[in-house]
């Protein structure tokens, strides 16, 4: 599909604006294996792009900071090609915003201009189930504050949790915050049976730990396990191998914080890796462009990263829905400030992408 599209010749920058925007989520998001509180929403870097043909586009940015006010009076043909992505190592912090504006000029969505290739349709978990059972600190609600979190995310329209585990790494002593954590990916799979559950050990388990949890865990159905310990591929072969034993039909995710993207291909390669986590942002949609066919050809998954704002759960559905390859995306719930987002909706445990031009989703006052 992105063969046939249209240049965008004729079009010139006049204008790179940053903005600042905030995210709201609806309840205080607690503590990981590395992290303390997450809080009740971040603020956030994003960008509107202007050319001198009227169109605008804007979009999000968590890499490192750059200069891309140096693009304006640039063609827009030599910063963006709507068949690969950014063409200019300048314009990285406006990738998403150069995404929303060249398929706003084609009166494309953006799933259409990269590739078509997926459904929009999008089945997403809810990625805010964090360590609610030890907070509040003077008062702590135990299992219960996990299933609350749970409850509100069910009744918002989510179908999938990921759960949060490693209390041990941080916050319990070793062996009390594996017994918690498998206490509470029961209680979570007893109360909602047919969910999609997955676990995210933020690197806060090893690789005897990780067997220790896959034994005990074998009879609840589980998706994937997500960063149980930093990659190596000597621990990886030792969950492969465990997997293979007890015939675990477990996925193994990797590949969010901080990756060397071309290990974490090579031992995606070698089979040890099932679905690579690269953030939509950090990483970037033109970086995943160019990844995600190299996944598939491996045999793996991607699901871009997406937590911290609700804007990269609509980013990562639209390159979900533009290449494929992408079975499930992470969900945060929430708003952000002045973001009407309403043209997505969430339903029955999918997010439903719209047609409409760009991201289909218009900029906050400025």
């Not at 992105?2 to 790179?16: D, E, F, K, Y």
């Not at 069910?154 to 209390?167: D, M, N, P, T, V």
């Not at 390669?269 to 033109?286: C, H, W």
Request: charged share 25%.
């Amino acid at each position: 599909m992105t063969s046939a599209l249209p240049s965008l010749a004729g079009h010139r920058i006049t204008a790179v604006e940053p903005l600042e925007i905030r995210s709201r989520y609806p309840r205080p998001i607690g503590r990981n294996a590395r992290l303390g509180a997450h809080g009740e929403g971040p603020a956030a870097r994003a960008y509107m792009v202007r050319t001198d043909s009227g169109f605008t586009g804007w979009g999000m940015d968590e890499g490192p900071p750059g200069t891309p006010e140096l693009l304006v009076g640039r063609p827009l043909e030599e910063v963006f090609n709507p068949g690969t992505g950014i063409l200019d190592p300048l314009a990285r912090p406006v990738d998403v915003a150069l995404h929303d504006l060249a398929a706003r000029i084609l009166e494309v969505p953006v799933h259409a201009m990269i590739g078509g290739l997926g459904s929009t349709e999008v089945p997403c978990y809810s990625g805010a189930i964090y360590f609610d059972d030890l907070d509040p600190e003077d008062a702590p609600r135990g299992i219960e504050g996990v299933l609350a979190g749970c409850a509100a995310d069910h009744a918002a329209g989510y179908r999938a949790f990921k759960l949060k585990i490693g209390r041990g790494n941080r916050w319990m002593e070793t062996e009390e915050g594996f017994a918690r954590d498998l206490a509470v990916v029961r209680a979570v799979r007893a109360a909602y049976p047919a969910a999609r559950l997955l676990v995210d050990m933020n690197d806060g388990y090893d690789p005897a730990r990780t067997l220790r949890f896959l034994d005990e865990t074998a009879d609840l159905d589980l998706y994937w396990i997500e960063e149980p310990f930093a990659e190596h591929a000597e621990g990886l072969r030792r969950v492969r191998e465990h997997r293979e034993a007890i015939r675990s039909q477990v996925l193994v995710a990797d590949g969010e914080f901080d990756p060397d993207v071309e290990e974490v291909l090579a031992l995606t390669r070698e089979g040890l890796l099932d679905v690579l986590l690269m953030d939509v942002l950090s990483f970037g949609i033109t970086a995943w462009r160019r990844c995600l066919p190299e996944v598939v050809a491996a045999g793996a998954l991607a699901s871009p990263h997406a937590w911290g704002h609700p804007l990269k759960s609509l980013y990562a559905a639209q390159l979900a829905a533009g290449l494929g390859g992408v079975e499930v995306v992470e969900g945060v719930p929430g708003t952000t400030d002045g973001v009407d987002t309403s043209a997505y909706r969430l339903q029955e445990g999918r997010i439903l992408v719209p047609d409409l031009p760009g991201f289909g989703i218009a900029p906050p006052a400025v």
